[in-house]
């Protein structure tokens, strides 16, 4: 009895899918979330990218000066940080009519809202200034980001204890929400008392440690923070440092949230409820946790739960564990950690780099360096080298086989660069991946050709031996 399955049938060319995008063992609906409307006297988003321009023109028109003026873009000192040059500065000044004050001002401006990014000791515009004038979501998606660094865009003035500032920054997401809440104006003297508590219950949560014994009370040292130290000067920084990226405006006795500010904080708070009814509760989860919570999930779902974790979290720490899970044993979670780096875009793209010399990460790194530089996601896979190309086709496989099921893993074969099944698993085999036996195992009880099946058991009995 013979097989109707040609023995060398030509693998059909397509372009490899990403992980996240083939199709699930399980698939789970979940009911959607009505989408939620901002508060009632919220401009519309054009409107809300109109103020986010007007708020970014300088910083826009330095990038662009930067981008014409300094191809390829190349404009860092020799302090490694990209910051403008003095004699940069210099001529940016006398071209643009500012003050090379003013130049610094906008450049660092500009880096903070992602118009620039920073590789190394050079810059290059983002993705965002390209996209600038047809792209409203790039818009807001950078002033978010501004406002986010609102500690950043005016430092804190001297004299003041880095823990008091790191407290004050800390309580600064209950003092805006209360903002938000009262939809007006709110007394300077309100601020200061909620502040104020803010910070006894962050002092307080710290200091929560087994009681021993004490044999004398400590006397305070010169130096430490005394905890009755005055907020008021600190919150009147923060106060005028949000002001300044356009979050709020203040005087000596009232504040009060712009329109973006408002909008800002209540997408904040709407991330925080997203990720407080996830099912999973993938807000308090670890990176690892969180993916195998997201793994069968349709890729909408998936994403909105990468959001929200993210959300819950600095992006530098969350950008590390998302890098950590990847280097583990599961090919699954390797996929899956680069889709939720997609979600956090140009921040993590200097970690990305980090790993490109990794063979386990280099593959998904390229791709997500592809995509983050514009190339078409269909078309991204074209950066890699045909033995990376087969590495990520085994690395795919190995999840398939590990949490997916036989039919999937034959529909794999699809996404294979090599044109028939010979010359794949002759790739397969040199390439080295140390799943390989357990990937052709698995391919071979999977596959209803009985001769493609015992080739490919042949090829993994070469591996697993050593032969050719």
């Known amino acids: 009895m013979t097989s109707r399955i040609p023995r060398d049938s030509r693998l059909r060319l397509v372009r490899p899918r990403p992980l996240a995008a083939a199709p699930r063992a399980m698939d789970q609906r979940r009911p959607r979330r009505p989408a939620p409307r901002p508060p009632e006297g919220t401009p519309a988003p054009a409107e809300l990218a109109r ?26 000192s020799a302090d490694g ?3 403008l040059s003095a004699a940069t500065a210099e001529r940016a000044a006398a071209e643009l009519g500012l003050t090379p004050a003013q130049i ?24 965002r200034l390209r996209a600038w004038d047809r792209d409203d979501s790039a818009v807001l998606r950078g002033w978010v980001a501004l406002f986010d660094a609102w500690s950043l865009a005016h430092p804190e003035p001297a004299g003041h204890e880095a823990a008091a ?13 209360f903002l938000q809440l009262s939809a007006g104006p709110v007394p300077v003297a309100q601020l200061l008392d909620l502040l104020e508590q803010r910070v006894t219950e962050l002092r307080t949560e710290r200091c929560e440690v087994a009681y021993v014994p004490q044999p004398e009370p400590v006397e305070p040292q010169p130096g430490d923070t005394q905890p009755d130290a005055p907020l008021a000067p600190l919150l009147d920084w923060a106060l005028h440092a949000l002001a300044s990226v356009g979050a709020l405006t203040c005087d000596a006795a009232h504040a009060t949230l712009t329109p973006l500010g408002n909008w800002a904080v ?58 950590d899970a990847a280097r583990g044993e599961d090919a699954l979670l390797r996929g899956l950690a680069f889709e939720a780096l997609r979600v956090v875009g140009a921040p993590a793209e200097p970690d990305v780099r980090a790993v490109l010399d990794e063979p386990t990460l280099r593959p998904y790194a390229l791709l997500w360096l592809a995509e983050h530089d514009g190339s078409d996601p269909e078309d991204a896979h074209e950066v890699l080298t045909r033995e990376e190309a087969t590495w990520l086709w085994v690395d795919t496989a190995a999840a398939v086989a590990d949490h997916g099921e036989a039919p999937l893993l034959v529909r794999h074969l699809e996404s294979a660069v090599q044109p028939t ?37 042949r090829a993994a009995f070469q591996v697993h031996t050593g032969g050719l």
């Open 266 to 323: 209540w997408v904040k708070l709407e991330q925080i409820c997203v990720a407080a009814q996830s099912p999973a509760g993938n807000i308090e989860a670890s990176a690892e946790d969180m993916l195998r919570g997201c793994a069968q999930l349709r890729p909408n779902a998936a994403r909105a739960e990468y959001r929200a974790w993210l959300a819950a979290r600095p992006v530098g720490s969350a950008v590390t564990e998302l890098i």
């Open 81 to 83: 940080k990209a910051t």
């Open 421 to 457: 099944v010979p010359a794949l698993l002759d790739e397969v085999r040199a390439v080295g991946h140390p799943r390989t036996v357990q990937v052709l195992v698995a391919l071979a009880a999977a596959h209803p050709d009985p001769a493609l099946a015992k080739a490919v058991r």
């Open 51 to 76: 103020m986010a321009r007007s708020q970014l023109a300088g910083a826009v028109r330095v990038a662009r000066w930067a981008d014409a003026a300094l191809r390829p873009g190349r404009a860092g």
């Open 165 to 177: 500032v790191a407290e004050v920054v800390s309580a600064m997401p209950q003092v805006l929400s």
């Open 104 to 127: 610094r001002a906008e450049w660092d401006t500009a880096r903070l809202a992602g118009l620039v990014e920073v590789h190394g000791d050079s810059a290059r515009p983002g993705w």
